[in-house]
C-alpha cells in the first residue's frame, strides 16, 4: 500500500483473535511509516459492519445535508449519498467467508472504487469462481506454491492431503524452502543482497541468520485468483 502512495488507511476487521492480531500488527507498520488511520471499524456480524461502514463512510451525514437542502428548498431533489473522500484503500484482514459479503457491502455504501487490500486468510486455496466472485478486484498476499507455481509437483501432492486440511499445502512448500536454504544459510547472511526464489516467497537471510520472507501477491479477476507484480496494483 505505500508503494502505491497510498496513504490514508480504511482498517475493516472481525473480532476473532486472528483479524485482531493481523490488525494490530497493521497499525503498527502503518504507524511506522507515519501513515494515516482515517478510520478503523471491527464488526461482530453482517449486520452490525453493513451499519459501521456506513458510519465510517459518513453516508449519513451525507443523506441528512440533502434533506437539509431539501427543508430550504421546499421539494424533492433526487441524490445519490457521497462517501468521506480521505480515504485511499480499504486493508480487510478477513477470512473468504467474511470478506464476501463485505466486499459488495463496500460497494453498496458508495465506495465501490476504493482499492482493496487483504491477507491470505482471504483466499482459501481452491478454485470458487461462483463463490469468489464477489471478491474481483481484491488484492492478497499469498504463496507461490498456492499460486501454483509448480503444478504438476502441487497436483501430486494434493492427492495426499486430506480433504480438511487444505492449509497444509504450505508445509510442503516450506519444507521444500528449507531443503534448499539449509546449505546456504551462512553465506546469504553474509550477503544483504542474496535472494532466493522460493515457492514460500523471496527468501533472503539478515546478519542475525534470520530469514526473512517476501510473499506474492494477487488478484481476484472472474472469481479466480490471478498472480501477479505488485507494481501492476
Keep these: 500500500a505505500w508503494s502505491l502512495n497510498y496513504r490514508r488507511a480504511f482498517l475493516l476487521h472481525a473480532y476473532d483473535t486472528q483479524s485482531k492480531r493481523t490488525a494490530e500488527a497493521f497499525e503498527q507498520a502503518w504507524s511506522e511509516r507515519e ?25 449519513p451525514l451525507s443523506e441528512q445535508r440533502a434533506q437539509k437542502l431539501q427543508a430550504v428548498l421546499g421539494r424533492q431533489l433526487q441524490s445519490t449519498p457521497r462517501r468521506r473522500q480521505d480515504i485511499d484503500f480499504v486493508y480487510l484482514p478477513v477470512t473468504a467467508q467474511q470478506a464476501r459479503s463485505l466486499k459488495p457491502l463496500l460497494a453498496y455504501h458508495f465506495a465501490q472504487d476504493l482499492p482493496v487490500l487483504s491477507s491470505s486468510r482471504v483466499y482459501t486455496g481452491r478454485l470458487d469462481e461462483r ?3 464477489d471478491l474481483n478486484g481484491v488484492y492478497f498476499t499469498e504463496t507461490p506454491w498456492v499460486l501454483d507455481a509448480m503444478p504438476a509437483l502441487s497436483t501430486r501432492i494434493d492427492r495426499h492431503i486430506e480433504a480438511g486440511a487444505p492449509n497444509s499445502k504450505n508445509l510442503y512448500a516450506l519444507g521444500m524452502d528449507a531443503y534448499q536454504l539449509a546449505p546456504r544459510v551462512a553465506l546469504m547472511a553474509q550477503a544483504a543482497t542474496a535472494k532466493h526464489s522460493g515457492l514460500t516467497g523471496i527468501l533472503s537471510v539478515n546478519k542475525q541468520g534470520i530469514v526473512l520472507r517476501i510473499p506474492s501477491w494477487a488478484v481476484f479477476r472472474n472469481g479466480a485468483a490471478r498472480p501477479l507484480q505488485v507494481e501492476s496494483i
Design 35 to 59: 501513515g494515516e488511520m482515517a478510520v478503523t471499524v471491527a464488526f461482530d456480524n453482517e449486520q452490525a459492519a453493513s451499519s459501521e461502514i456506513s458510519k465510517a463512510l459518513q453516508i
Design 131 to 133: 463463490s469468489d466472485s
